[in-house]
């Protein structure tokens, strides 16, 4: 018996397309009514290609590496949240069993985050004691994951003492030889960059993505929008400079002074990439210190910055799913669906009160 799933009111496919009507046979979607489309079970609302959030770490938590039951509950969590791909940008744990089960996000795997000893968070990736062995890798994450290497790009360097402050952590040649190790092995990277300092060496490197991109200037962010560069702001986490300033006290007097600035000039930062016209992604960072299933409230922040809302939409729906190749509403793609009772393009505050999540033609 083949299963039939109507789906009406509006069905929004991208920036210049809604239909009406559509319908899912089997777990698929065609735009063409099917044979028992007359007595199929209706979902009426607002409905949407499935939200992505492309920077979200399943496995990741607090200290590092959690157990798959706690996996399973964050990967539910993104899911019921109507996030239903997930780039995710780094995770100690092998998450590839996500991907064999049905009932959870597509997973896009950037394999481990790639960092230095002391130079990172403690148990998030893997730390490399020879910065000359970075494009191997890179390479190695490649071919681990799905086509998406993450490089930690800076972070504070403590040897320093109270001059201490955020520091590139790898010379500008060997991150042109890891990133073109990336390209050959078919993998793009993304950079985890705070700092203005990490931007030009990534820059001239060829880097594919930039996360978080706080100490971006206005050339930089010129030339990332005329590269078509993806920035993630991930503004839920940049609210979090303020404790880090606090955290780093008089000990680190510097570093605690630029995340303050990058903390409050964060919303102005936000607006400049969009309007230079810069791709903007969506990411909650979930995992670590922010919750999954945040992925809602990081859109609610880029609004409050001054993004307008139907551009935060289509950024964590179908722009970003058309940057990652992967199909949103389109005859013959797998029924990855959110439905709302409100247009989310007005409101972005509906995107956090789903009625309906449809993955792979199934009502979670």
């Not at 790639?114 to 000359?132: N, T």
């Not at 190695?140 to 403590?158: H, L, M, S, Y």
Request: glycine share 10%; net charge negative; with cysteine.
């Amino acid at each position: 018996m083949t299963d039939v799933l109507h789906l009406t009111g509006t069905v929004v496919v991208d920036d210049a397309t809604e239909l009406t009507d559509a319908w899912v046979v089997d777990g698929r979607l065609t735009l063409t009514a099917p044979a028992g489309a007359d007595h199929a079970p209706t979902l009426t609302g607002w409905v949407l290609p499935g939200l992505v959030d492309v920077h979200c770490h399943v496995g990741l938590g607090p200290h590092g590496e959690v157990d798959h039951e706690e996996a399973l509950v964050q990967a539910k969590a993104d899911r019921d949240a109507g996030t239903l791909l997930i780039r995710d940008a780094g995770s100690p744990m092998d998450n590839r069993w996500v991907q064999e089960r049905d009932d959870l996000p597509r997973l896009i795997r950037a394999g481990h985050h790639l960092a230095r000893p002391k130079r990172y968070l403690r148990h998030y990736g893997l730390e490399l004691d020879d910065v000359a062995d970075l494009p191997e890798a890179v390479a190695e994450q490649a071919r681990f994951g799905d086509g998406w290497v993450k490089i930690v790009a800076d972070w504070i360097d403590r040897s320093e003492g109270a001059d201490s402050d955020l520091r590139p952590l790898w010379p500008a040649d060997v991150l042109t030889d890891a990133i073109a190790a990336a390209h050959e092995n078919g993998a793009r990277v993304t950079a985890h960059a705070f700092s203005n300092e990490a931007i030009d060496p990534l820059l001239d490197a060829g880097v594919d993505g930039i996360e978080h991109g706080t100490g971006m200037d206005a050339d930089h962010i010129a030339e990332v929008a005329r590269r078509g560069i993806p920035v993630t702001p991930t503004l839920l986490q940049v609210g979090h400079f303020g404790t880090f300033a606090e955290q780093a006290g008089e000990r680190y007097p510097r570093f605690a002074a630029r995340m303050r600035r990058m903390h409050t000039r964060r919303y102005e930062q936000a607006l400049a990439f969009h309007d230079a016209g810069v791709a903007l992604l969506m990411g909650s960072d979930a995992g670590g210190t922010i919750a999954h299933g945040s992925l809602p409230d990081e859109l609610t922040e880029v609004a409050r910055a001054g993004v307008p809302t139907r551009d935060v939409v289509a950024a964590a729906s179908w722009r970003a799913r058309r940057i990652l190749g992967v199909p949103g509403i389109e005859e013959g793609a797998s029924a990855d669906l959110v439905v709302y009772d409100a247009d989310p393009r007005t409101d972005v505050t509906v995107t956090a009160r789903p009625t309906a999540v449809v993955l792979r033609g199934r009502l979670v």
